[in-house]
T-cell receptor, first 114, second 114 residues
Framework: DSGVTQTPKHLITATGQRVTLRCSPR?????VYWYQQSLDQGLQFLIQ???????AKGNILERFSAQQFPDLHSELNLSSLELGDSALYFC?????????????FGDGTRLSIL | AQTVTQSQPEMSVQEAETVTLSCTYD???????LFWYKQPPSRQMILVIR??????QNATENRFSVNFQKAAKSFSLKISDSQLGDAAMYFC???????????FGKGTRLSVIA
């Protein structure tokens, strides 16, 4: 158990809809990262938050947004969903946002768009 | 931009034998960290081993060890005494000391044959 909790584990929805994925980092970790894993793209970094503030941005679509709350949990919002958004979405956390601390991953949320 | 290349999409090994997974990376940084993550069918991303670039000594974690060749920008993973539970996707990842996210290779699927 990595200590990172992601909910829900599975999500099935239709095109055009909006969903929210939730992540609770390990106790004491201030940094949260979101990744998308699809079959043909591998693991792609989406966005990072550190202590409530956006720290780094990767290949995140404008239809996607995220935030980190004062209690350090994070939410990834996906809107106007398309078939190509079907993927496994991982959250990871680390104590800080730099240095040699490894990122610890949650079990992921499997998003299926019908 | 940093890139990570895993040139072996699939590999197989006999149980109890040794296998080496390859990883090369491209960076102009001198201070960085390298990781191997394991993703079994359960989808979890599990940290296997990490290496700090400033350390010449190769990292070892039980049956897992790395061969880190900084000049060649190579970071291979050796699994000794392979077990059925080692069957998984293995991802090589790079992280530098600045404000950047993990960069993953596309993975190597390892099968272990009984």
């Amino acid at each position: 158990d990595s200590g990172v909790t992601q909910t829900p584990k599975h999500l099935i929805t239709a095109t055009g809809q909006r969903v929210t994925l939730r992540c609770s980092p390990r106790s004491g970790d201030l940094s949260v990262y979101w990744y998308q894993q699809s079959l043909d793209q591998g693991l792609q970094f989406l966005i990072q938050y550190y202590n409530g503030e956006e720290r780094a941005k990767g290949n995140i679509l404008e239809r996607f947004s995220a935030q980190q709350f004062p209690d350090l949990h994070s939410e990834l919002n996906l809107s106007s969903l398309e078939l190509g958004d079907s993927a496994l979405y991982f959250c990871a956390s680390s104590e800080r946002g730099w240095g040699n601390q490894p990122q610890h991953f949650g079990d992921g949320t499997r998003l299926s768009i019908l | 931009a940093q890139t990570v290349t895993q040139s072996q999409p699939e590999m197989s090994v006999q149980e109890a034998e040794t296998v080496t997974l390859s990883c090369t990376y491209d960076t102009s940084e001198s201070d960085y960290y390298l990781f191997w993550y394991k993703q079994p069918p359960s989808r979890q991303m599990i940290l296997v081993i990490r290496q700090e670039a400033y350390k010449q000594q190769n990292a070892t974690e039980n049956r897992f060890s790395v061969n880190f060749q900084k000049a060649a920008k190579s970071f291979s993973l050796k699994i000794s005494d392979s077990q059925l539970g080692d069957a998984a996707m293995y991802f090589c990842a790079y992280f530098n000391s600045g404000n950047t996210p993990l960069v993953f290779g596309k993975g190597t699927r390892l099968s272990v044959i009984a």
